[in-house]
């Protein structure tokens, strides 16, 4: 049987359940979210520290283990390892019905982290194998809708499943990964070789920069999921939560219609354009007289935001052989990790310090960066070939 990469066919069937599965697994992870916070303070009377440590301790293990699960990958196959990612999400659903503590929980949460770390990374590149090549930037967009419609629904989910009790939350949390421990189980695996000697860790070459970009892309979207409703409160302006809606949407949207372009215009190209869209947007919220700029701020972005990682990503699977090509996309992947955890106080103290529209203009600031950054990447000969004809 020829490969779809070499036939330009594209297997829907397999990847409807690559997807399906990464989309289950992130309902029951997420679908914990929100009780949290309430069932920590309840539970066992902890305090702010407490409750952001176990929403925020998946994304510790997830940052450490990424480039080790794409390795792993590499070595021992994507579905076995996506399965291995499932099971972890839904051993934590299971024991979150233990009574074991607050430090119990901490380490659950930590479990849990292992799991979407493994999900995630050996899904993402089982995508790009099994996808033909002039179409994988639009996959590895694909799959980041995916990822974060599960979040979304797992999010709401959990919320509406409180109310029939903590137990109705726990067992989605175990159950909804178990679904998709099915759907990925009927894929075919695909064969896969030894990879050679090399970088480990973060400091995978093929990764390095990208990642970077990615890390500071990653400054705006902090910027605005945490301060763009109070900033624009601060301005007079009510409603700030339709203009995190329209970026959410526009994000989905992008992808949907649009996520060809990387492969099409190449990755380097697009990736540059779209930080300095990002940065575009970013700075019209940041000085928004009213509503409607500020909601064509979020538009702006949205479309420039969608595209920057998956045309990073094509650039880090172009110029990775592909034996470690697991390991560069789960190395590349951190760097998101390592973004959220640098910006997510870094935001905080530039409120503090200079007021909002600061935090967006860094932001900014970081985007424009980020896209002279991706100008600077070598981007491999096959692409522009590719590309040219």
Known sequence: MTAPSETGAFPRLALAGVFGGLFCGYLGLSAAIPVLPAHVRDQFGAGDLAVGLAVTATALTALLTRPIFGGLADRYGHRSVMRFGALAIAAGGLLYFLPI??????????LVGVG???????GAVWTVTLAPHNRRGQVIGLYGVAMWGGISLGTALGAVLRHFGIDAVWAFCAIAPLVGLVLISIVPPQPHVEPSGGGRGLLLRPAVLP???????????VGLAAFVITGLQERGIDSGVI?????????????LVIGHLPDKLGPRRVASCCGAGEAAGLLIIAWAPNLPIAVLGAVVMGVGFSLLHPSLALMVMNNTESSKQGAALGAYTSFWDLGLFVWGPATGAIATGFGYPAVFVVGAACALAASVLAMTIRQAVTTEKAING
């Open 101 to 110: 503590g607050l430090a119990g929980l901490m380490a659950v949460r930590l």
């Open 116 to 122: 979407e770390a493994a999900l995630f990374t050996a």
């Open 211 to 221: 990642g970077l970009g990615l890390a500071l892309g990653a400054a705006g979207y």
């Open 243 to 255: 203009v995190l809606s329209t970026f959410s949407a526009v994000y989905a949207g992008t992808r």
